[in-house]
């Protein structure tokens, strides 16, 4: 689903990941990130997609709202057990979005 975001700007935290083979966990811990950081103060929308290569891309009002969400105590937990056990390697980008532009039929 596409993420409905507001007029920008605003920003992007861009994560993208390779897993390791292990999976115990993994999806479960994955959706329980997704309803938590939807209830952050200043969440705007999440979009995600994964094959060999996941990407998801998260949507703030603010840089505190990125630092706040960071700093979570069971994200935190989520970030320790992902490179523990389920990332072979991640990067993490946060963007501003100046402009953005939809289409649809």
Do not use: C
């Not at 994200?75 to 993490?92: C, D, I, S, T």
């Amino acid at each position: 689903m596409i993420a409905q975001t507001p007029i920008p700007p605003y920003y992007a935290v861009i994560f993208t990941s390779l897993r390791t083979e292990i999976d115990e966990g993994y999806s479960d811990m994955a959706a329980r990130m997704e309803v938590l950081a939807a209830k952050q103060p200043g969440f705007l929308g999440m979009e995600f997609a994964r094959n060999e290569l996941g990407i998801t891309i998260s949507y703030w009002e603010s840089l505190e709202a990125i630092t706040n969400w960071k700093n979570n105590l069971e994200h935190l937990e989520a970030q320790r057990k992902g490179k523990a056990v389920w990332y072979a390697k991640y990067h993490l980008r946060i963007a501003v979005v100046e402009r953005d532009y939809t289409f649809e039929k």
